[in-house]
């Protein structure tokens, strides 16, 4: 493979995640042998080529200097030849003790070589963001770059599979061979003023953005899902039918059931009508725990529906706990249930036989509005408040890490929250305005600015602002440290058809999770 600025930008932001301090040594543990050559591909199928030129996956450079109505994948390509240019500006001196080189040095905190110093900026991508575009302006030789200096040197893509597929992704989930699958509330209608029905479709794309083999998928009663997406234990896939439909819909959906498909693709449950066992009513999230026992949160009501042994006909509705509204459930090490109760916010936690813990429901830490919940490896629960630009944490025992929820980051009408392999929290942002992904620090502190502490703001004031998104419900972390953002609605919805356009992935930002996830998030 040709080595120059370009390629070693791009290989460093696809593969920052098993890369040491001086980003020349990479490799990963036997049981992520996925994850790294997910990562690999990224960079060969989507970054660069092996002859040291960008991939053909990004738009040509004529078409990204066309102006404001370039394609949205431009950003990224200009993002990369700008961080290419400002190594050059070192490269080309011929001296490691040059101008250039020093002040590259300093900017990143690396005094060696210009690998350590592009490593560096992947996992610190609000450092010296000003003063590294500066740089880069002082070298011309990688064209498209970017105007004006970025929010952070975040590198984001979008995947649209084939163009024709996705409206209103609502949520993701990360097989064990890497590949993302998802649903959508909406039927795809290029023209979002005509009157849209229920997405009927089961999507999977592979790691570099393209469709599975077959997908996408259909049959098995699956109509305008919600956040109900999950892979079980026996790698079958689960979604819920939350029923959403644009103005003007004449076949509403049911909004009473949820779908399984095998692994294939191949739908389980049946093509009308999905399983209806257990009263659903208007299902979002869908998630099992350590005993292949499916959790279903009836949003339409105050229960939750179990299929022990993911089972429908065993299906029993657990009511009478607190519940208002049910929305996002997380499973904890104990197999206990932490359900978001948007409709009077709290959180309720549920053993496995359904009955309340010890001082459920709960109300405290700023809980306003909950909708996502996640929680990281020591049992912390992480949620967030939708109507109050903030997040809550709780405790094993339900007790507030803070007493009225952590803010900053960009954090605004938080809708999803993942937690990565290092323990720092991601969240989406559902307001529409300057969309943006936000990470705060988790309870380890691993990847942290120094003194940084728990909840504490990673992402610059505006977050991870990029023109790519719309407003996100789900966010998921896969096992190459990728995070995978659902753009569900428009900035400005059309209510015929308000269904957002695709995934946004935030390639090597976060610390890998083995994938599919159960339970707690751990390292892969």
């Known amino acids: 493979m040709a080595v120059n600025e370009f390629t070693t930008v791009a290989d460093e932001f696809a593969l920052a995640q098993f890369a040491d301090s001086s980003g020349a040594e990479v490799g990963a543990s036997g049981t992520n ?15 660069a080529t092996t002859a040291g030129t960008p991939a053909a996956f990004w738009p040509g450079k004529q078409t990204c200097r066309a102006g404001p109505s370039q394609p949205g994948n431009c950003d990224g390509l200009e993002r990369l030849n700008a961080l290419a240019n400002a190594l050059a500006v070192c490269t080309a001196s011929g001296s490691a003790a040059s101008d250039g080189c020093r002040e590259l040095f300093q900017l990143t905190g690396r005094r060696s070589t210009t690998l350590a110093a592009i ?9 010296s963001v000003t003063k590294l575009f500066a740089l880069s302006r002082r070298n011309r030789g990688y064209e498209p770059a970017i105007a004006a200096a970025p929010s952070a040197w975040f590198l984001a893509l979008k995947y649209v599979g084939n163009g024709k597929e996705f409206d209103g992704p609502g949520l993701v989930a990360i097989d064990a061979a890497g590949n993302a699958w998802s649903n959508n509330n909406y039927a795809f209608k290029s023209d979002h003023s005509v009157p849209t029905c229920g997405g009927k479709q089961l999507l999977e794309l592979t790691p570099t953005g393209s469709d599975a083999p077959g997908a996408p998928f259909s049959g098995g009663g699956v109509d305008g899902a ?13 979604v819920g039918n939350f029923g959403f439909s644009g103005k003007g819909c004449k076949n509403k959906p049911a909004a009473n059931s949820v779908s399984e498909y095998d692994p294939s693709g191949r739908p389980v449950s049946p093509n009308r009508t999905g399983f209806t066992q257990g009263d659903i009513s208007r299902p979002q999230a869908t998630t099992f725990d350590q005993a292949s026992n499916l959790w279903i949160a009836n949003y339409g009501g105050t229960s939750v529906t179990q299929y022990p042994g993911a089972d429908p006909s065993r299906a029993r509705s657990i009511g009478h706990v607190g519940l208002k509204s049910p929305f996002a459930i997380a499973i904890d090490a104990r197999g206990d249930a932490w359900i978001t109760s948007s409709g009077n916010d709290s959180v309720v936690a549920l053993r496995p036989d359904g009955r309340p813990l010890r001082g459920s429901p709960f109300t405290s830490g700023g809980i306003k509005r909950p909708l996502g919940d996640a929680l990281d490896s020591r049992g912390n629960l992480w949620i967030s408040n939708s109507t109050g630009n903030s997040v809550t944490a709780l405790d094993a025992e339900g007790t507030p890490l803070s007493p009225n929820g952590f803010t900053g980051g960009g954090v605004r009408h938080p809708w999803g929250i993942a937690v990565d392999g290092n323990d720092n929290v991601w969240v989406a942002d559902f307001s529409g305005v300057r969309p943006r992904l936000s990470e705060l620090c988790g309870v380890r502190h691993k990847g942290c600015a120094a003194g940084a502490r728990t909840g504490d703001p990673l992402s610059p004031r505006q977050g991870f602002a990029s023109g790519l998104l719309q407003r996100q419900t789900g966010v998921t972390i896969d096992a190459s440290g990728n995070a995978w953002v659902c753009n569900n609605w428009l900035p400005v919805p059309i209510q015929t058809n308000p269904g957002g356009d695709g995934l946004v992935v935030f390639v090597g930002i976060a610390g890998p999770v083995k994938t599919p996830m159960l339970g707690l998030p751990k390292l892969p």
């Open 33 to 47: 042998r996925a994850g790294i050559d997910n990562a690999a591909r990224i960079a060969l199928a989507n970054l």
């Open 119 to 127: 490593h560096s900026i992947v996992p610190n991508p609000a450092r």
């Open 226 to 238: 919600g956040w109900g997406m999950v892979v079980d234990p026996a790698a079958n896939l689960w």
